[in-house]
């Protein structure tokens, strides 16, 4: 069995770094993974006020709107960091979050993919056959609480 997630109100859609589970890092409160992930797009450019707006963006989609403006100019470095970036704002999303931290212990060692229809990179794309980088990242964010709190219960 695979679990295919994509949307926040369908199943598994806490998995979605759209899902209403805020983050704290370096003393900010992040509304989504999403919020967090569009905004270090621009840290280290000219004008770096783009960051407070997406960071108070009213919803996740609005935040990726304003993160994927093709006017604005992002960080030359992006595609190298992007990956590191996001691994830590989804799992501090599920160290946070508890309630969803169980769900996704609870799907053991099943293949997790991103159903996006249109992201090859994140998701697996129209045809299936994208990277799934969202999926592999929740199924290593999934053995690192795992082996976290086996840790905590044989110390
Ligand atoms: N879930 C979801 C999306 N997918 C998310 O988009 C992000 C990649 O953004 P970018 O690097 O700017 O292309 C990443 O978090 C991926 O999971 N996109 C959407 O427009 N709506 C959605 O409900």
Request: aromatic share 10%; proline share 5%; hydrophobic share 35%.
């Amino acid at each position: 069995m695979t679990i295919y997630f994509y949307k926040v109100d369908e199943p598994y859609g806490c998995f979605s770094n759209f899902s209403p589970h805020g983050i704290r890092r370096k003393g900010l409160h992040w509304p989504t993974v999403e919020h967090y992930y569009q905004a270090h797009k621009f840290i280290g450019v000219e004008d770096e006020s783009i960051i407070t707006e997406i960071r108070n963006a009213p919803t996740p989609d609005e935040a990726a709107k304003l993160g994927r403006d093709p006017s604005r100019t992002i960080r030359s470095n992006w595609d190298w960091v992007k990956l590191g970036i996001m691994r830590e704002a989804v799992l501090a999303k599920f160290l946070t979050h508890l309630e969803i931290q169980a769900i996704l212990l609870a799907t053991e060692d099943l293949l997790i993919v991103e159903d996006s229809p249109t992201d090859y990179f994140w998701g697996c794309g129209a045809d299936r056959t994208g990277q799934n980088h969202l999926g592999q990242m929740l199924m290593s964010v999934r053995e690192e609480i795992r082996g976290r709190l086996q840790e905590k219960a044989s110390s």
